[in-house]
Nanobody
């Protein structure tokens, strides 16, 4: 079992920044990838970014490339998502997920956090 807890969401104006964190606990050694997804109201869950624990390799959706940065904190067993130059279309519930390999398909992940709301006002 793996437990994931997101934090850091909130309300920010367009152009602003937020930093999300995902704390992982449990049998995390079985899973080499952490991903961030988001789901806006009435829309499908969308890939945002992923990172491989073992190598630090990162992957991004085109819509966030150059604005968002995913990073790992091995000491805290946590993954962060730094979000800069936020846009109203970034508004969504953001979820972190654990899987065996980085994947842009949400079906590739085994465990999910409960999500944290990010709202970007125009």
């Amino acid at each position: 079992q793996v437990q994931l807890v997101e934090s850091g969401g909130g309300l920010v104006q367009a152009g602003g920044s937020l930093r999300l964190s995902c704390a992982a606990s449990g049998r995390t050694f079985r899973y080499d990838a952490m991903g961030w997804f988001r789901q806006a109201s009435g829309k499908k869950r969308q890939f945002v970014a992923a990172i491989r624990w073992s190598t630090g390799s990162t992957y991004y959706a085109d819509s966030v490339k150059g604005r968002f940065t995913i990073s790992r904190d091995n000491a805290k067993n946590a993954v962060n998502l730094q979000m800069n130059s936020l846009k109203p279309e970034d508004t969504a519930v953001y979820y972190c997920a654990a899987g065996r390999r980085p994947d842009s398909d949400h079906n590739g992940y085994n465990y999910w956090g409960r999500g944290t709301q990010v709202t970007v006002s125009s």
